[in-house]
């Protein structure tokens, strides 16, 4: 293994031509998000200079940051790659699942569908080990039965670089390149390689109102309830996802250098600090993920 | 300075996970939240102390029943080094989970309790070290400060260890007196281990080179992936990708490729960074040839003077993983070995190995989940395999159930019998 994030990025290499060359119908998972944002380079660094032989998706679940969606669609017309949607408002009009609050445990259905439609097998994710603990047992190549359920009492072992892959008709795996990477290794590759993010990464001003110790966007999508005030302060978002339930934290990190000075120095966890919906229960991860969550 | 992965085997009766959270909290690697959940959790339970194992248990059935069922990944930097844990549970019947997290370690720590010495349990897991070839071992003897820290205690250990460890092949051991629950010589040193004048455990784990533990001699590269753009622009680019699995490629360098035995000049390495002038293991890059060969993934590219072993017929350990089927003599498996998968089926169970004192026996039965044993495999297609004593890479494979898919052995390929 080579020093630094070089090995760690010779490893995540591996993982994906291995994909390639294992699969018939890949599609990798790309929501913006600072994890996603990295893994989509590595991917595409993997196969230079050909072209990345795999689908990109975004399960968007309808409730986002403006700055993120932006971003989305630039960073992929500048690498000349397509994107396919899998909606969790067309599957809430389609009468598959009832709206609610947060949208976020929404997206397994839109992401079964969209997998069993497009038939794809494999689907990566920019998932971390380090992120929570039941993502701390994952496989990097995992298995999922044909509902797309993770069982996690019944993983098959791996072992040294070899990757199992044998997978049936309507299976399919979810690959996690990433699995060995921690939130500073992210911020040191993005800051080594000078890669673009969403700007609400950044410290910048934000009307915010505080939710179960949290520090909760003012949107369309959530409003403060009465009692509830909102204030304006200089925030940045540790994880990006579902601005229902994707906190802000007080930050004045305006720089990557800020970023990586700040989470060096980190005391709570990127989800801890920013996921209200991992707090629900104990194993609110793992009973999301059973399902087919990513 | 390159990550180190190291493997933590033991039960929570050593003091595994006190020593795994003493690592974290004294490195400052437990962020509050983490802390506070395992502080929530211990005290709904009962627990009249935070309970670290919580930590790596995340499974919602380990925490029900209090025990680890599989191998947790925890992970941690310091400002000299970064460290994946692999958290193995120690108990006989998690011998699979032992051989799985050690496959992949740079070293491997083995907890001793000071007032026990070295029991079954410590033979065992030494045993299982040396089979998967870990390259450096740390021997933790744990709970001094319950024998008076005594030094006499700490030399018994040890001479006893080294009696027993003479017959295995274990490269590198140090041993360490520590008591993880007081937090003596793990990151800090301490006052009452004063006669020791070696490490403390945290210092050797920043300082251990590994660097040399590749195999930087014999040229092996599977080919796993060829990259051919077909664009106007690099219309006649054609690229083997893979991961060097030992040796140093360089540009201008003669090789040959296997199984086809036909030569060629490597003219360039390309990687994520762009073009290398060499390509030393575990980097993933793409090779040029001077030559249009016919090379597809499942060949092998090495130097004409220094080949792999071609063969069929092969002598192996195994270790038998699947919990839902024992071997089946008559079945033919898939076998993956490097980027190459062939059907393979298993002739002779020579014997099985007691891993508690290395006592060979005849099987008395199909080998079954946490065998150990020692067999031969045919293979419909040649490996182009080296012994695993050498080449972790290209010594080791798994063979695959056909009709479940499940992951059925692990193999570590020996020597031919001559």
Redo the contacts between chains.
């Keep these: 293994m080579r020093p630094g994030i070089t090995g760690l990025e010779d490893e995540a290499i591996t993982i994906i031509r291995e994909v390639a060359a294992c699969f018939e119908r890949p599609v990798i998972l790309f929501s913006g998000g600072k994890d996603s944002v990295v893994m989509l380079h590595v991917a595409v660094r993997a196969f230079a200079p050909a072209r990345l032989p795999f689908a990109v998706m975004h399960v968007d679940t309808g409730h986002n940051f403006p700055e993120v969606i932006d971003f989305r669609d630039r960073c992929l017309a500048g690498l000349g790659l397509n994107l396919t949607v899998a909606s969790v408002q067309a599957a809430i009009d389609a009468g598959k699942v009832a709206d609610a609050p947060s949208r976020n445990p929404l997206q397994t259905v839109a992401l079964l569908d969209a997998i069993a439609e497009n038939k794809f097998d494999a689907v990566l994710g920019g998932a971390r080990r380090d992120e929570e603990r039941a993502r701390a047992k994952e496989r990097v190549f995992s298995h999922r039965d044909t509902f797309g359920q993770w069982d996690p009492k019944n993983q098959r072992p791996e072992l040294w670089n070899i990757y199992n892959t044998s997978h049936k008709q309507g299976e399919h795996f979810r690959v996690f390149p990433l699995s060995n990477w921690t939130e500073l290794d992210i911020w040191t590759f993005i800051k080594e390689h000078d890669i673009e993010l969403p700007s609400i990464y950044f410290a910048h001003k934000r009307r915010v109102f505080k939710r179960g110790g949290m520090l909760m966007a003012d949107t369309e999508f959530l409003r403060p309830d009465t009692g509830e005030d909102v204030f304006e302060e200089m925030v940045r978002f540790r994880t990006v996802g579902d601005a229902t339930c994707t906190a802000a934290i007080s930050s004045t990190a305006v720089g990557i250098d800020d970023v990586l000075a700040e989470t060096a120095v980190a005391r709570v966890t990127e989800r801890g600090a920013t996921r209200a919906d991992d707090k629900i229960s104990e194993a609110g991860m793992e009973d999301r993920k059973r399902q087919g969550y990513f | 300075?390159?990550?180190l992965r190291f493997a933590t085997v033991g039960s929570v009766d050593d003091g595994k996970s006190t020593l795994i959270g003493r690592l974290l909290y004294d490195s400052k690697s437990i962020?509050?939240?983490?802390l506070e959940?395992v502080e929530a959790?211990s005290k709904r339970r009962g627990d009249d102390y935070v309970d670290l194992s919580l930590?790596?248990?995340?499974?919602?059935?380990e925490?029900e029943q209090g025990i680890t069922?599989?191998?947790?990944?925890?992970?941690f930097?310091t400002p000299k080094r970064?460290f994946?844990i692999m958290d193995c549970p120690g108990h006989v019947q998690y011998t699979?989970?032992m051989?799985?997290g050690t496959?992949?370690a740079d070293l491997a720590i083995i907890l001793i309790d000071a007032r026990h010495g070295v029991v079954e349990q410590t033979r065992r897991h030494s045993i299982l070290t040396s089979l998967l070839g870990v390259p450096h071992l740390v021997v933790c003897v744990n709970k001094m400060d319950l024998v008076d820290y005594s030094e006499d205690r700490f030399n018994e250990i040890r001479n006893d260890f080294e009696d027993f460890a003479s017959r295995l092949q274990l490269r590198d051991v140090t041993f360490l007196p520590i008591s993880a629950l007081k937090g003596d010589n793990v990151v800090e040193r301490s006052d009452d281990l004063k006669w020791f004048e070696g490490p403390t455990l945290l210092h050797h784990l920043e300082n251990v080179y590994t660097a040399s533990d590749d195999n930087k001699i014999d040229v092996r590269f599977p080919v796993?992936?060829v990259?051919?753009?077909?664009?106007a622009?690099?219309h006649d680019?054609r690229g083997y990708?893979?991961?060097v699995a030992g040796g140093v490629l360089r540009v201008g360098d003669e090789i040959v490729v296997l199984p086809s035995g036909l030569s060629s000049t490597i003219t360039g390495i390309?990687s994520?960074?762009g073009s290398l002038e060499e390509a030393?293991p575990?980097?993933?890059v793409t090779i040029l040839l001077a030559d249009d060969l016919s090379v597809t993934?499942g060949d092998m590219i090495c130097r004409p003077n220094n080949r792999p072993r071609v063969l069929q017929d092969h002598d192996a350990m195994v270790c038998w993983?699947d919990s839902n089927a024992q071997l089946n003599p008559a079945k033919l498996y898939?076998l993956?070995?490097?980027?190459r998968s062939t059907r393979a089926k298993i002739g002779e169970v020579r014997y099985v190995l007691d891993i508690s004192d290395l006592h060979r026996k005849t099987p008395e039965g199909p080998l079954s989940m946490n065998d150990i044993a020692r067999v031969t495999v045919h293979t419909a297609e040649p490996l182009l395999r080296d012994d695993y004593e050498h080449n972790?890479?290209t010594g080791?494979?798994?063979l695959?159930d056909?009709s479940t898919?499940?992951?059925a052995a692990?193999g570590m390929l020996l020597p031919p019998r001559e």
């Design positions: 300075m390159r990550q962020f509050e939240d983490q959940h959790v930590l790596t248990d995340g499974l919602r059935a925490r069922i599989d191998v947790a990944h925890r992970y930097a970064s994946v699979r989970n051989v799985t496959s992949t796993q992936y990259i051919r753009p077909r664009t622009e690099h680019y990708a893979g991961t390309d994520a960074d030393v575990g980097s993933a993934r993983l898939t993956k070995h490097t980027t972790r890479v080791s494979f798994i695959v056909e898919g499940a992951t692990a």
